[in-house]
């Protein structure tokens, strides 16, 4: 059988006949599936904030396949994998899910032989629909592990064999709901060159904060009993404290971890938080890029509070935002030395602010706020080992006076 490329698949990419489109709704009217008389397998409703996830995960994935496969061979795990179909209503197409994007962006990235897949989910319908989905898209099946049950039943035995034998694995733990352990997660991040992709499940989470029948769930999401102090919170004192708290728990066992707000389509409530945990610095700016540039530069889906794309000045926001951070920057530092590397360490998971910012705030600051030492005399800009001396008091420069004024 010849696998299509990319560009193969574009130009061959149809659009569906709504004559053969039919919709499954639940019991009070919405619609959860469609059946296409042309497919053995059903399509998932495409929600705007999945559609996001998917891009990034798109542009994410392919940089971590070429970089990380470049020397090793790689793994990509997806615990609860979904059916792999969806209905994109507004292109009238069909769009495949986390796994078919994983395998495909590997074959992208050329390490589609170097790679193995691991797909799990409880719903065995669903792993059967995902196996169907996989032929229509017409992309490579090979190396691909299916595992049918609970999640954190069947990753116990994947961990344990990644232990022994660790290769740079990327885990996608995308539930419905609070059904994944921290400690599993901790248990993954311990494991060198891991990485995990985690759907903190906000809105839900906070639904049952105050049910009796829950609390075991949560401390087992949130791997602490700490949960409780919180509870009665409400509004975002309480989600930015939940939020916080889950943070503060990756940080325990991965060094970089940001979360990008996901709200609702039609509602500027949070719906979720996907939580990026890494130990590698360049793993966690490369996923800040892959964000901002599907999202008009912007790390959180604001719903319908997101920037209209026509009246952004992506410029001007962008020179304000990079003023601010170098004045923080300089309150922050001012009589210190520090290594480059520690000023990128320093703000890239705990601001809204992409490498390329820091980055442009520091060299703001040069000369009249700090010098710079290069470890390599070619620098034309910054490296990482660079040092920077912040002085006391900025260095204003003396007004220069002509000779011939
Ligand atoms: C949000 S969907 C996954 C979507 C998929 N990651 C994608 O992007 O296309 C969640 C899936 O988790 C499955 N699931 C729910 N609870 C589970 C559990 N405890 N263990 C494994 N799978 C579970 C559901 O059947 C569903 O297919």
């Not at 409703?45 to 392919?62: A, D, G, M, N, S």
């Not at 409400?234 to 404290?241: L, Q, R, V």
């Not at 290069?374 to 000779?403: A, E, G, W």
């Amino acid at each position: 059988m010849k696998y299509l490329n990319t560009k193969e698949k574009l130009r061959l990419k149809t659009l569906l006949d709504k004559n053969k489109l039919h919709t499954i709704k639940n019991s009070k009217g919405k619609i959860i599936k469609y059946t296409y008389d042309d497919f053995d397998f059903v399509l998932w409703p495409y929600e705007e904030q999945t559609k996001i996830k998917h891009k990034v995960l798109r542009e994410y994935l392919f940089v971590w396949a070429t970089k990380l496969g470049s020397v090793n061979y790689i793994n990509y795990y997806d615990g609860f994998s979904g059916g792999g179909a969806y209905y994109n209503s507004e292109e009238n197409d069909i769009n495949y899910g986390s796994p078919i994007i994983a395998k495909e962006q590997f074959i992208r990235a050329k390490r589609g032989n170097k790679s193995s897949f691991y797909f799990n989910d409880k719903n065995k319908s669903n792993v059967e629909n995902l196996k169907k989905a996989f032929v229509k898209s017409g992309i490579s099946t090979s190396n691909i592990t299916y595992t049918i049950g609970e999640f954190e039943n069947n990753i116990t035995s994947f961990i344990e064999q990644l232990k022994d034998n660790p290769k740079p694995t990327f885990f996608m733990i995308d539930p419905f709901g609070i059904n994944a352990h921290f400690s599993t997660i901790k248990k993954i991040m311990e494991i060198p060159k891991t990485e995990v992709l985690f759907n903190f499940m906000y809105n839900f989470a906070r639904r049952f904060t105050n049910n009796k029948n829950s609390e075991t769930n949560l401390t087992d999401l949130f791997g602490t009993e700490e949960w409780l102090n919180y509870k009665n919170l409400s509004g975002d004192a309480k989600e930015n404290t939940l939020r916080d708290l889950y943070k503060q728990q990756l940080k325990s066992c991965a060094k970089y971890v940001y979360q990008y707000r996901m709200c609702f389509p039609n509602d500027k409530r949070t719906y979720y938080y996907l939580f990026h945990a890494s130990n590698n610095r360049d793993g966690c700016s490369i996923m800040k890029d892959s964000f901002a540039k599907i999202n008009y530069g912007e790390v959180e889906f604001l719903g319908p509070n997101q920037p209209n794309p026509a009246q952004l000045a992506i410029w001007d926001l962008t020179t304000d935002k990079i003023e601010t951070l170098k004045v923080q920057i300089w309150n922050e530092f001012k009589g210190q030395t520090i290594l480059y590397k520690d000023i990128v360490d320093r703000y890239i998971d705990s601001t809204t602010y992409l490498e390329r910012h820091i980055k442009q705030a520091v060299l703001l600051l040069k000369d009249e706020y700090a010098e710079f030492i290069h470890v390599n005399s070619k620098t034309r800009t910054i490296d990482y080992d660079d040092t920077i001396c912040f002085f006391d008091k900025p260095n204003l420069k003396p007004v220069q006076m002509s000779l011939f004024s």
